[in-house]
């Protein structure tokens, strides 16, 4: 396990994989009648606990084992987090569709107010996460979770100003109404700047590699360079919804446009 190509495809396959589950299971609630999602919420917090417990159990654990431990428990809290989002459970104040007109100020926060507690409970859970591993031998839980959290912020607010491409064949039913607070434009601001960071942040991986060969290194330099794929599919025309297609059948009735908010969600 201490192999770097092992590592970086552990990284690319629990991405892959675990979008794909959260997806097929949302869109399976979708179709199980009043009460479903709720119900799935609370089935899954397994994963939250072992997420949990599985954080603490890396702290100590310097070798390669303890990064992996790490890894995959930030990912276990951020799946369970984000399968109650998309279930529609945890999300915010204002779950409503944007009224036609509505710009500036006033549709930003109709857009924050969609998922106001969803994103106060991930900053809550990354100082969380900060707290628990200050002082600790082994931090990679802590910067996968970042790495996460600020890709996502990244994702979000590029989708609000707008992008070229928007896919909301994977939106499940709870958050219909997402869609009505993205925009549809040739390229916004802030764009060339997201793609720089998460760059520069690839590249700092990689020199971290290079100098000490750890495989936290190489687990968080894969999944960067993931989040960096996934903004560059907003503005490129890849078909990359066929990554998971193949696990979740399309609906009839769901149009063929293109957005990324599902399977940004890992």
Sequence with gaps: MANPWIAALSALFVWWFSTGALLFSVKRADSGGPGAHRALVLLALPLLFIGVYGLFRSLSDGESWGAYIGFLSALAI???IELAFLCGVITG???Q???PGCAGLERFLRAFGTIAWHEMLLVAALLGIAAATQGAENTTALWTFAVMFFA???AKLNLFFGVP???TEFLPAPLAHLASHFRRRA??????ISITLLSMATFCWLERIYTTGGIEFVLLAALTALALLEHWFMVLPLPDEKLWRWMI???KDTPK?????EPHGF
Aim: proline share 17%.
């Design 257 to 261: 446009t293109m957005i990324r908010e």
């Design 78 to 80: 951020w799946g369970w």
């Design 93 to 95: 104040p204002a779950p």
């Design 152 to 154: 996502r912020v990244s």
């Design 249 to 251: 059948p399309a609906r």
């Design 187 to 192: 390229m916004n601001a802030l764009f060339p």
């Design 97 to 99: 569709a944007c009224p």
């Design 165 to 167: 491409h928007i896919n």
